[in-house]
């Protein structure tokens, strides 16, 4: 018995980091052995248990350790992160066994989500109406490869996208995919007050190709070649556009880019279910000209950054800040701030500019909680400055902001089935779009 509890306390440390860090009880057991533990303990056997539909090398590849290898609570930790941030399952659970003198049997056992979703959701917000039906499956025959595809409408405008993507190609942590896709999307004109000044519709027809690798846990390197083909079609103009604009409508033309964007990505967000936590920052070059075969010139550098906390009550705080530049003499090609996925409570592209700054703050707190249904309330801060040059970013005359709170309702067994609905209660001008809603956090 003495020698038991001397084994027992030797794999205490692991256990209790285990249970502290990840918020489950890893179940223990043990057999009477004849010498005490002085090290890490190995890994005689490892087994998956819960899988139903998802092939047990997708679960052992993301794994750190093998049969045979050192088991410590860091590496165990990671490992069940890593399981988390598939987002293919929504309970994780190590359990751990002594067999014999400093041996181990390690089991992971998983719940799986239902992945495979067909769906049909509509946003509406900033005086736009974008309605989108499709199929996706981010574990295609239980492998862990994201297919899917989809039919969107802007304002009645049709178009659609199929793509195709392998975070474990060749299985290698290198992502793969591709991206095709035929839009027509609508694009309203407005001048700093808010007055229409002016419509287009961009008929868009793109092929995108990316990779990104690995490198460390803290480190993704990757590139995309994309070929993209635009078109400024049934633009009109109304007495109140001013004369550069006009004249940037009027020189709207098919354009063909041939280009490549690079980025790096420093940190990790980790999932557990609907909370998030980590930092991740993410910094972008992408180029189109001469040297890609592009008719166009394009060059753009944006830096993403995300911060999340998970905090008492099951709540979560988040902070995401981005900023970005282009070179483009092509209307089509500015950036269009306001509505969707920048700043609540405007219309949907009311700040067009060709730099921009955005910061967005989040806390989140469910007032329901169930293995099946989330109710969880938000409450949010946005902010934009947008210029023509990057280096006017820094004049605070230009900045927009709105705040206010929102609801979401969120399924942890079914993958991405997230519905939200937003009220901008404030902002620093005359608010253009109260009520914003649609799928998936804003962030």
Known sequence: MSRTLTTLATLAPLVLLVT???????????????????????????????????????????????EGDVLTAEVLLDCIQRLKNRRIFSKVLPIIKLTSDN????????????????????????????????????????????????????????????????????????LAGA?????????????????????????????????????????????????????????SATDKIDSLTLDLLNNGKITDEIGTTFYATLGRLNYDNYLVSGRESSLFYRYAGDKTGSGELIKQVSWENSIFWRLPHTANAGFRFNISAIDTD????????????????????????????????EYRIPSLKTDWLVIQHIFFVDAVNTSNQLKDLGNSNNIVYSGGTGIRVISPKIYSLNGRIDFALISSQKTQSVISFGAQQFF
């Open 179 to 235: 991206d095709l896709s035929s839009t027509l999307r609508p694009r309203t004109l407005y001048s700093p007050s808010g007055d229409i000044q002016g419509n287009f519709n961009l008929k868009q027809k793109k092929l995108k190709l990316f990779f990104e690798n690995e490198i460390k846990i803290w480190l993704r390197l990757g590139f995309t070649l994309q070929l993209r083909q635009t078109e400024i079609i049934d633009a």
């Open 20 to 66: 502290l860090l990840l918020n489950v009880t890893p179940l223990f057991a043990a057999h009477t052995i004849h010498h005490s533990l002085k090290k890490s303990p190995m890994i005689e056997k490892i087994i998956i248990r819960g899988l139903t539909r998802t092939k047990e090398h997708v679960v052992l590849r993301e794994l750190l350790v093998k």
């Open 103 to 174: 041996h181990v049997e390690l089991t992971i056992e998983v719940e799986e989500r239902w992945t495979a979703i067909p769906y049909f959701n509509f946003s509406s917000g900033g005086d736009t109406f974008y309605l989108y039906a499709g199929i996706y499956d981010i574990n295609t025959f239980g492998r862990y490869i994201e297919t899917g595809g989809q039919y969107e409408s802007w304002n009645g405008k049709s178009g659609g996208s199929i793509w195709f993507r392998n975070p474990r190609f060749l299985n290698k942590r290198i």
């Open 330 to 361: 092509n209307i089509q090609n500015f950036f269009y701030i306001g509505g969707f996925n920048n700043i609540r409570g405007y219309f949907d592209g009311q700040f067009r500019s060709k730099a921009y700054w955005q910061l967005n703050a």
